[in-house]
């Protein structure tokens, strides 16, 4: 099992939605805490991490698998996540 953190900019993400698409999103990122790369997480080819797709946002994360801790560091909406 996994620890999350949720780092300081993916807090002020999460802090901006309402609604369906923010519970849908806190249930899969507590979801990680018991599968790290779960069905459908690709891995990052540009920078070092994960990301889960949610409707029409992503969830980005790196695992410290020696620790067993995920740091979700950002949570945004598909057109923005990657930039």
Known sequence: MY???ILP???RDLDRLRGKIFHKI????????????????L????EEGYRIRVADYRVL???DDN???IFI???KHRREAYR
């Open 67 to 69: 620790s067993k801790v």
């Open 9 to 11: 900019q993916a807090q």
């Open 61 to 63: 994360y790196r695992i």
């Open 43 to 46: 891995k990052l080819t540009n």
């Open 73 to 75: 560091y950002r949570v």
């Open 26 to 41: 806190k249930d899969e990122i507590m979801g990680l805490s018991l599968c790290a790369r779960p069905q459908g997480a």
């Open 3 to 5: 620890k999350l953190r």
